[in-house]
């Protein structure tokens, strides 16, 4: 009997959302429960990027009991180049983004999170960092 693979349990998956800096798209939340007191959400979309130091603190606090980790995808248009980051937050609420490769986050989150990725992105390709 071979092992299988086993990966986080994909928890939430919204219908992408207008931003408030709605006039630049839409944003798409994503979560997926990692460890019994651990989620990983992925912000994706072309005007969240705008939001992220309001937004974070929110979906925080929709998982008091649990560490978050956070993650954004701006997707390639034909205007930008798209890319993945991890996030973070300062005690001040100032959010600092650091570029990773999609793959890297792929691989600890799964099929799933590509499978779920924005129809929107017109990238060449996935782990466009």
């Known amino acids: 009997m071979g ?3 086993v990966h ?3 928890i939430r998956d919204e219908h992408p959302w207008q931003s408030v800096q709605g006039w630049y798209g839409h944003a798409h939340v994503r979560v997926w429960r990692t460890a ?3 989620v990983t959400v992925a912000i994706s979309g072309n005007s969240a990027e705008y939001d992220l130091e309001t937004v974070l603190p929110l979906l925080r606090a ?3 009991d649990d560490t978050a980790e956070f993650f954004f995808h701006r997707p390639m248009d034909w205007t930008t180049l798209g890319y ?3 996030l973070t937050s300062d005690d001040d609420g100032t959010v600092t983004s650091t570029h990773i490769a999609g793959d890297t986050v792929a691989a600890r989150l799964g ?3 590509y499978a779920t990725e924005d129809p929107d992105d ?3 390709g996935y782990g466009c960092a």
């Open 36 to 38: 019994p007191d651990r």
């Open 122 to 124: 017109h990238s060449g």
């Open 111 to 113: 099929p799933s999170f």
């Open 3 to 5: 092992v299988e693979d």
């Open 84 to 86: 993945y980051a991890e």
């Open 8 to 10: 986080p349990e994909l």
């Open 62 to 64: 929709e998982y008091p």
